[in-house]
């Protein structure tokens, strides 16, 4: 992991986002010798995220043609 002062940082910000970004090296900062933040670069989403449930559920019963009438009979007050 490499290490930099903020005052190095922040002159060569955007420079040290793209190396970590390209090389996947970590970017430890420091002030004044203490850590005050950890560049990591994200991880890349593995494969296809739509469709990623298919299977893991089931459907019992009708869900297009549900009847909710007698639970919207009670909850109706009569005149």
């Known amino acids: 992991m490499k290490t930099m002062i ?3 940082f922040k002159a060569k910000c ?3 986002l793209k190396a970590v ?7 430890l900062v420091t002030r004044r010798g203490r850590p005050i933040v950890e560049i990591d670069p994200v991880a890349e989403a593995g494969g296809r995220t739509l469709g990623a449930q298919r299977g893991a559920m ?6 297009v043609k549900s009847d909710f ?3 919207w009979a009670m909850c109706v007050e009569a005149p």
Do not use: F, N, P
């Not at 970004?21 to 970590?26: I, V």
């Not at 089931?58 to 869900?63: A, K, N, T, V």
């Open 21 to 27: 970004e390209q090389s996947g090296e970590s970017v």
């Open 14 to 16: 955007i420079a040290t």
């Open 69 to 71: 009438a007698e639970e």
């Open 6 to 8: 903020i005052s190095e």
């Open 58 to 63: 089931r459907i019992l019963g009708d869900i």
